[in-house]
Nanobody, 124 residues
Framework: QVQLVESGGGLVQAGGSLRLSCAASGLTFSTYTMAWFRQAPGKEREFVAA????????YYGSSVKGRFTISRDNAKNTVYLQMNTLKPEDTAIYSC?????????????????WGQGTQVTVSS
């Protein structure tokens, strides 16, 4: 079965950095669009970033553009999210997702598989 397992979350001070990883198994990783979404308490799920199967195209939510970078290593079946200049409003559970297509990469309903998520907390 398909598994997406996130890691790398934690507590960091504002202005700091974290790198999240999502290890995938049970799917042909190199053919999937991968994405990160986040959800803060009491808020709707928010698109963070996506990357197409080859890494040739990347997409970012407006609130993270210029601070976060998504990348992937198809040899390791892993997608990463480098988060710099973190702000308290970045506090959320971050989940990775996998889609068979690259159609509408910022929409959650485009994705077929989801991980359980990892908590990121940014203190002020």
């Amino acid at each position: 079965q398909v598994q997406l397992v996130e890691s790398g979350g934690g507590l960091v001070q504002a202005g700091g950095s974290l790198r999240l990883s999502c290890a995938a198994s049970g799917l042909t990783f190199s053919t999937y669009t991968m994405a990160w979404f986040r959800q803060a308490p009491g808020k709707e799920r928010e698109f963070v970033a996506a990357i197409t199967w080859s890494g040739g195209s990347t997409y970012y939510g407006s609130s993270v553009k210029g601070r976060f970078t998504i990348s992937r290593d198809n040899a390791k079946n892993t997608v990463y999210l480098q988060m710099n200049t973190l702000k308290p409003e970045d506090t959320a559970i971050y989940s990775c997702a996998a889609a068979r297509t690259s159609y509408r990469p910022s929409y959650a309903d485009s994705y077929d598989y989801w991980g359980q998520g990892t908590q990121v907390t940014v203190s002020s």
